[in-house]
């Protein structure tokens, strides 16, 4: 009589458990019930922008289509106007290549003549002829 059978403290415990879980499920409905009540109040207060929300969602949606549609658009004309700017980068590049090898043999070709106006000035101070500088 004085002792605990293993049975008996299994449902001890099972029954301490379960009245535990039904205070927390009552506790969940309660806070779900409030929950709802105020969600049904949100509704209720904002059904008139609903419904006029509601009704405006095919304009919405074909404003939207739009929208896509010129965003699309802009797209193709950014993209080719990007081509298009590459291209002219690249000429620019070809030129200014040309150009500087153009401005190299002109210089080139100024230093030519001043090596020859020097060499003809040493000539011509040897053989003892007046050269106008």
Do not use: H, W
């Amino acid at each position: 009589m004085g002792s605990i059978r293993l049975a008996d403290l299994a449902a001890t415990t099972a029954i301490i458990g379960g009245a535990a879980l039904c205070i927390y499920l009552i506790g969940f409905i309660r806070n779900l019930t409030d929950s709802i009540k105020i969600l049904k109040d949100i509704l209720r207060t904002n059904k008139d922008g609903i419904n006029e929300s509601l009704k405006e969602l095919p304009a919405i949606t074909k404003n939207l289509a739009e929208i896509s549609e010129t965003a699309k658009n802009e797209l193709k004309t950014m993209k080719n106007a990007v081509k298009s700017v590459g291209e002219a980068a690249e000429t620019a590049a070809a030129v200014s290549t040309v150009t500087t090898d153009l401005i190299g043999k002109i210089r080139g070709l100024l230093e030519l003549i001043e090596l020859v106006k020097i060499v003809l000035l040493k000539s011509s101070e040897k053989d003892g002829i007046q050269v106008k500088k």
